[in-house]
């Protein structure tokens, strides 16, 4: 139990840190923006890792596959809660599918390049 703790916690802060990083590399500001991506991903992170261990280790879904069915869900449920409460005058042109789809590309192609070095 507690290394899925420290596995959940450990996921949770990569992903504040990387997709803030990326937030403000597109241009994205506002201290209300940056407190948004912060409760939507500590509501979808945690969820999404658990969901993914269940996946990969009680169905038949290869890890990749596993990973990629998690994503697709982060994907939307950040986009709609992207949509409902971005602030859309600190981000001009910004749509937050598109927001979406890039922090969570960013996170998890980071997290699957961290993970080459246990994989070899």
Do not use: H
Request: charged residues 10%; aromatic residues 12%; negative net charge.
């Amino acid at each position: 139990m507690t290394e899925i703790l420290q596995n959940l916690f450990l996921s949770w802060l990569l992903t504040i840190l990387i997709e803030s990083i990326t937030a403000y590399v597109i241009g994205i500001r506002g201290k209300k923006n940056y407190i948004l991506l912060f409760l939507v991903n500590t509501a979808t992170n945690p969820a999404a890792v658990l969901l993914y261990l269940f996946l990969y280790g009680f169905t038949p879904l290869p890890d990749f596959f596993a990973q990629i069915c998690v994503e697709l869900l982060v994907f939307a449920a950040e986009g709609l809660l992207f949509r409902a409460s971005m602030d859309a005058e600190e981000i001009p042109g910004r749509s937050p599918w598109k927001m979406s789809a890039v922090l969570n590309l960013v996170s998890w192609g980071t997290g699957v390049l961290l993970s080459l070095p246990s994989q070899i």
